[in-house]
Structures are given as structure tokens and as C-alpha cells.
């Protein structure tokens, strides 16, 4: 992660008020006015606060008619920490400046294909840059849930409209499991891993 994007994290974080909204929503999705009314604030206060978090990527958002939900965005909150941490224990500047080659496609790929509210902007054309995608997505399901074709479809919506497309890809790519209509995470070892494709 670079240091420009470190330092957004932590400006992000350094509000009591956002402090208080992570915390609240650390426990699942709330409403912008429940958030309000939990924090005893106006609702174009909370919008700002969230506005702040939602630009640093900490949460995500989706819009139900008029109501704004917002939930946290657990991957970034963690990348952000541990980017923080490399940095600052880092044993040099050349170690420190110095990025796995992979490492820079994943956070590439997740920041030009992934919109800021989580959804797949489009399908990557490229090979390797699809798989990065589809893991991406399919790390978010539970490890040995035994989820219906209609929970896989609703599951991939938010991310994208074609879900047909991308459940079919979670099977070629063997990131799951299907047997009459049913579907399962496969272990990652038998993932086809985006690291080893040429």
C-alpha cells in the first residue's frame, strides 16, 4: 500500500465520530438515520462523517429506495493496518518501498475493476486478473455452508448483474463445489490460484 494511501487511512480514522460509526457497524449493516439517532447527531453530520470513511474505503454502501445502508469493509480496515505497520517497522527505505510484483496486480485489479461500493465494475478480460476477481468475491462466502443455486445468485448480485456468469466461473475455476443444484466451497488448495498462471 502506498504511503499517500496510508496516510488517507489513518485521516480517515482520526474522528471520534467515525471512530464510533466503525464501532457500531462492526456489529452489522445499519441505516444512516439509525445511525443518527444513535450517535445522537444530525443526519448531514453522519453523512459526512460517512462520505469520509466511504472515500478511504473503510465502509460500503447500498441504497435501498431512499434509505442508505452502510457496513463495514473489513479487508480494507485489516490492509490498512497491517500497510501501517509494515511501514513503520519496515528495515528500510528499499524494503520498504519495495512491493511484490503480485502484491501490486491484486491491489491494482481490486482498485480498478471494484467500485467503491464493492460492486464488479466488469468481468476482467485478462486471465489472470479475472481469477484475482472471482477470489476476491468468493473468499466472502462461509467455508462449509452448503448455499442453494438462489443464495449463490443473491449472494454475486451485489458485485454484479450477471451472477449466471460468475457462479459458472466459480465452478470452472474450482472455487466451488456443485452437485444437484447445490453448492460448496471448494479447500483453496484446489483453487486454480491466480499466482501460478503464467
Do not use: C
Not at 18 to 46: C, D, F, W, Y
Not at 115 to 131: E, H, N, T, V, W
Not at 144 to 161: A, L, M, R
Amino acid at each position: 500500500m502506498q504511503l499517500d494511501k496510508i496516510v488517507a487511512y489513518h485521516k480517515a480514522l482520526s474522528d471520534p465520530t467515525r471512530m464510533r460509526i466503525l464501532l457500531l457497524l462492526s456489529r452489522g449493516e445499519v441505516h444512516g438515520h439509525a445511525l443518527a439517532e444513535k450517535l445522537n447527531l444530525s443526519q448531514p453530520t453522519v453523512t459526512h462523517h460517512a462520505a469520509k470513511l466511504r472515500e478511504a474505503a473503510l465502509i460500503l454502501e447500498r441504497r435501498d429506495k431512499n434509505t442508505v445502508y452502510f457496513k463495514l469493509n473489513p479487508e480494507f480496515i485489516q490492509a490498512g493496518s497491517e500497510a501501517s505497520l509494515k511501514f513503520i517497522f519496515a528495515k528500510g527505505v528499499e524494503e520498504m518501498e519495495e512491493e511484490s510484483p503480485e502484491h501490486s496486480l491484486k491491489e491494482s485489479v481490486l482498485r480498478n475493476f471494484f467500485a467503491k461500493d464493492g460492486r464488479l465494475r466488469q468481468i476482467p478480460a485478462q486471465y489472470k486478473k479475472k481469477l484475482i476477481a472471482l477470489q476476491y468475491m468468493v473468499e466472502k462466502l462461509e467455508p462449509g455452508v452448503v448455499y442453494s443455486e438462489k443464495e449463490i445468485n443473491e449472494f454475486i448480485k451485489p458485485f454484479h448483474d450477471d451472477y449466471a456468469t460468475i457462479r459458472r466461473e466459480f465452478i470452472m475455476h474450482q472455487f466451488m463445489y456443485r452437485e444437484n443444484e447445490r453448492y460448496e466451497l471448494n479447500p483453496p488448495e484446489l483453487w486454480t490460484r491466480w499466482e501460478n498462471v503464467k
